[in-house]
């Protein structure tokens, strides 16, 4: 059944005060002073990641990027609340949770560079690879989830997509098939009200949430500028599917500050005064301030949160400026697990190419 709030969970207010709300505080009552800084330190980080990989793609070092600015409380709040052995299928825009889930800032860029197919080891750090392909994780999630069911493993898996992948064909499918045989699964959706130009209101006309109750699959709508929000939502929701209590989905209610890619100009289509409204939500200005409200900020630990980014962030510069290009035939590698004889073929098309030699 649909969560019976009314409105999105929220348990800090924009300005730092808390909510009263039993059930949900209850998710998070262990969460204190040092995971609050932690969280805290994350989202910092994060937007420092954003900041620089955009930085980085303005001045020809990277051919593109997908900013996350905004959406860190969603990004940080979810990924707190995952265990080492829960399988993450991201979209493109989860730098965020890439690093909560330990992948290092070196590993970030190489895709966004185009010197490889890929970023990180998938198997290593439980995460996939950023996903072009829109809404194809959701089925991907699905799938991995099930098959870990059927072997008795006791974790859950998380797609993350945004509100425009939720009009996508996959997204319903896998929505569809998670519901028939309860795949233990999480559908986060951070509704970040732009799916590029188009405004959530034509990608539905209900709230995104209300799509899963037509399945059967329990849903909630939670602020999604509130990490300490998230973080029990998603924690409740990926108890029911360790559990068996099957697929859950979460409506993370966000907003994207920054553009859709580097390729995109949101001036185009938003308002200034749109942008100043969801500014004054900021998910880290929020949590900063129910730390000081509580008397868990001081002027130590705000320079630990500055050093730790430029850290990150110069440690991110320094290694995408390093990377070296690729030879161009190892365009062809790893396209397939076994030989293929189409792959050898353009291989050897391309190879004679490279030479000055006509196919």
Known sequence: MPDKNTYPVQLVQPDGRRVFDRAHSALVEDVGRDRLRAMYLDMVVARRIDTEATALQ????LGLWPPLLGQEAAQIGSAHALLPDD????SYREAGVAYCRGVPPEQITPLWRGIAHSCWDADEYKMTNPAIVVGA???????????AHLEGAEIATIAYFGDGATSQGDIAEALGFAASWSAPVVFFCQNNHWAISAPVRVQSATPIAQRAVGYGIP?????????????AVTRQA????RSGGGPSFIEAITYRMGPHTTSDDPTRYRT?????L?????????LRRLLEREGLWDSDFEQEAAVKSDEVAARLRSATL????????????HVYATPHRLIEAERGEYAAYLEGVRP
């Open 58 to 61: 303005r001045q020809g070092q």
């Open 87 to 90: 399988y993450v299928f991201c």
């Open 137 to 147: 994780q959701g089925l991907h999630a699905t799938g991995y989830a099930y098959a």
């Open 219 to 231: 849903s909630v709508q939670v602020d999604g500028n509130d990490a300490l929000a998230v973080l």
């Open 238 to 241: 990926l108890a029911r599917a």
């Open 272 to 276: 200034a005064a749109e942008l100043e």
């Open 278 to 286: 969801w500014r004054q939500r900021d998910p880290i200005d929020r």
């Open 322 to 333: 390093a990377m070296a290009d690729p030879d161009p035939m190892e365009l062809f590698d």
